[in-house]
């Protein structure tokens, strides 16, 4: 099956600074890669995400790059803000249509400081 | 905006014990799916359903786990003897993906916190 792994555990920036959260997956038939942000003791939610078809996404501060030769697809957040704070989980899938089943890394908690 | 919806927010159970989770998925989706999510750690796909039947489903959804569409809005997960190690957060989600691929995106409900005494 996929195996999705995650780095860093702990991301901690200065307000203003860019953080960056890289993943690298198994399966090369994964084909749809969604990033999700979770704050504390709420649900997850989907900030962005990226088809194999595509090389780099980006909206607003948020962007995803995906590099399928290598399995690695990474997000990058701009100009953080304390809100940005939480845990942020990359995904990968394959398949298209409703039957596709995300595994998720292990998640990064970044803590941006004021 | 709608939402997925799931109740109640946190249940308590004796080990043994039934459990039924509730979630009332987006009402034009059409997939339907429950995680969950040790404290602490990632989450972890269960099972996905498609009309009216399980589509996948992982090693964890064993035979203790079920699901159900009783009515068209809720969607439902029973554990039927619950064990300490099913003390978890339980996230529903839908999907509208039969309207294409851009349409895929899971949308995830508030989730249940389930604790087993």
């Known amino acids: 099956g996929e195996n999705v792994e995650q780095h860093p555990s702990t991301l901690s920036v200065q307000e203003g600074d860019s953080a960056v959260i890289k993943c690298t997956y198994s399966?090369?038939?994964?084909?749809?890669f969604p990033w999700y942000k979770q704050e504390l003791g709420k649900r997850p939610q989907l900030i962005i995400d990226i088809r194999s078809n595509v090389g780099e996404k980006k909206d607003q501060r948020i962007a995803v790059t995906l590099n399928k030769t290598a399995k690695h697809f990474s997000l990058h957040i701009t100009e953080t803000q304390p809100e940005d704070s939480a845990v942020y989980f990359c995904a990968a899938s394959k398949g298209s249509g409703g039957s596709y089943i995300p595994t998720f890394g292990r998640g990064t908690s970044l803590i941006v400081h004021p | 905006e709608p939402e997925v919806t799931q109740t109640p927010s946190h249940q308590v159970t004796q080990m043994g014990q039934e459990v039924i989770l509730r979630c009332v998925p987006i009402s034009n989706h059409l997939y339907f799916y429950w995680y969950r999510q040790i404290l602490g750690q990632k989450v972890e796909f269960l099972v996905s359903?498609?009309?009216?039947?399980?589509?996948?489903k992982s090693e964890i959804f064993d035979d203790q786990f079920s699901v159900e569409r009783p009515d068209g809005s809720n969607f439902t997960l029973k554990i039927r003897s619950t064990k300490l190690e099913d003390s978890a957060m339980y996230f529903c989600?839908?999907?509208?993906?039969?309207?294409?691929?851009?349409?895929?995106?899971?949308?995830f409900g508030p989730g249940t916190r389930l604790t087993v005494l």
């Open positions: 989600a839908s999907s509208n993906a039969v309207a294409g691929p851009s349409t895929d995106t899971q949308y």
């Open positions: 359903f498609y009309n009216n039947e399980i589509s996948e």
């Open positions: 399966d090369s038939a994964s084909n749809y």
